[in-house]
């Protein structure tokens, strides 16, 4: 039975002025604009992130080289009234562990002090991690595989060996779709905060 591990990236408040997305690979506090982030129980990650091109686009990277935030264009908050915004294959996920990964997952986790649990849900709703042309199903280790879903030459056996490396972009839809996202806007961004979560699936020890 695979073991799965979360590495969790707090991000703050995910679309801030200027549309700024908090990531990071370590245990400090870092702070993009006026987006803050930390990156949560990551003493023995397996996984880390940079620009998926040489000159990046929509990102930015701290003194390591680690992507730091993602600065997507659009209105104030950084996207598009009631439209879909991709960003594709922004951040190289890298294995910088010992062990193949077999599987990757994205989840989302909107809180807040104000906002009801309905708007919160409708924030998940409208975040997506992608791969190339596909939107995956970002709802955890029940959701798409990534390294099953990329086109990257490293994800073709569907895993990941150490030293290896798969783009992954991110996804914002705001039409209502009759359901769960029911948000052509999102809230003000100082009204909550969004965690990213990484699921990584590897091998029994």
């Known amino acids: 039975m695979p073991t799965r591990r979360q590495i969790l ?21 870092r702070s993009a604009s006026s987006a803050s982030f930390r990156v949560v129980g990551s003493d023995d990650a397996d996984i880390e992130l940079t620009p998926a091109n040489d000159s990046p686009v929509h990102v930015e990277t701290d003194s390591d080289g680690a992507v730091s935030a993602i600065t997507p264009g659009g209105d104030d908050d950084g996207l598009n009234v009631r439209a879909v915004t991709r960003f594709e294959d922004l951040v190289q996920l890298t294995n910088v562990g010992t062990k193949t990964i077999e599987g990757i ?3 989302f986790e909107a809180t807040s002090e104000t906002l009801s649990a309905t708007t919160l849900d409708a924030i998940e709703a409208t975040l997506a991690a992608t791969t190339a042309d596909a939107t995956l199903d970002s709802t955890g280790p029940s959701g798409d595989d990534l390294l099953a879903a990329s086109s990257a030459e490293a994800a073709a056996d569907g895993s990941l060996d150490p030293g290896e490396a798969v783009p992954f972009g991110l996804q914002v839809d705001l039409v209502p779709n009759g359901g769960a996202q029911s948000l052509e806007v999102l809230p003000p961004s100082d009204e909550y905060e969004v965690t990213l979560r990484i699921h990584t699936e590897l091998p029994d020890a």
């Not at 990236?9 to 506090?29: D, I």
């Open 9 to 29: 990236f707090l991000l703050g408040n995910l679309f801030t002025l200027g549309g700024l997305v908090g990531v990071g690979a370590s245990e400090t506090v």
């Open 105 to 107: 997952f994205f989840s």
